[in-house]
Nanobody, 124 residues
């Protein structure tokens, strides 16, 4: 049973924008942060952005700095990812996740609950 559901992906032209959403489904769960990861075919999953619920601090991968913005609502276990200035290399399946384990917000293994993913495709 899916606990997180992403939406907002799609096909956009280079330079365009997308706003991804992720919300808890059916139940809430204990977590100390939420994040976004992405994975392109043939490539490893990589960190995109995260928000720490303890102090609402945000963290970004270098490729996301200045272009992507993560925001969220801890009470609703909801996060968003505003992506501007999209590039073809941003094309990937984007997953949101809830951090349920102690560890780095930048490390996928720190997250125990994942969504099904939403596809982002950026054309040149």
């Amino acid at each position: 049973q899916v606990q997180l559901v992403e939406s907002g992906g799609g096909l956009v032209q280079a330079g365009g924008s997308l706003r991804l959403s992720c919300a808890a489904s059916l139940r809430t769960f204990t977590n100390n942060g939420m994040g976004w990861f992405r994975q392109a075919p043939g490539k490893e999953r990589e960190f995109v952005a995260a928000i720490d619920w303890d102090d609402a601090s945000t963290y970004y991968a270098k490729f996301a700095e200045g272009r992507f913005t993560i925001s969220g609502d801890n009470a609703k276990n909801t996060v968003f990812l505003q992506m501007n200035g999209l590039k073809p290399e941003d094309t990937a399946m984007y997953y949101c996740a809830a951090k349920t384990f102690r560890g780095s917000l930048r490390y996928y293994a720190s997250y125990g609950v994942w969504g099904q993913g939403t596809q982002v495709t950026v054309s040149s």
